[in-house]
């Protein structure tokens, strides 16, 4: 399913890396980080919803959003991805918390 600027979801992954939590959205290319995975998961939400929020407001609107909401997601975590879903062993450094789909709902 195409993201739109009405519906979608986005891949998530939170992990450890050293000593510092990280939360990406793959489709969105965003990634945020803090010192607890919650606090890097709140960011990622917060930055999900800014940025679909400052899409519907731009004056380029539905025009050409597609490639915005649908990007190709970093190599390394679209690899990464893959091996979660397929519940294969992930190497050090990545200390995996959670991964699923975020909604995006206008």
Do not use: C
């Not at 995975?37 to 960011?43: D, G, I």
């Not at 190709?72 to 294969?88: G, M, S």
């Amino acid at each position: 399913m195409k993201n739109t600027l009405k519906q979608g979801s986005v891949r998530t992954i939170i992990f450890k890396e050293d000593d510092i939590w990280y939360a990406v959205g793959l489709e969105f290319n965003i990634v945020s980080s803090g010192d607890t995975a919650e606090m890097a998961s709140f960011m990622l939400d917060q930055a999900i919803k800014g940025y679909v929020e400052s899409l519907i407001n731009s004056p380029i609107g539905g025009l050409r959003t597609e490639g915005l909401l649908n990007q190709e997601a970093d190599p390394e975590y679209e690899a990464l991805w893959k091996k979660l879903e397929k519940n294969e062993p992930i190497e050090s450094p990545y200390l995996i918390h959670s991964f699923g789909r975020t909604l995006i709902a206008k």
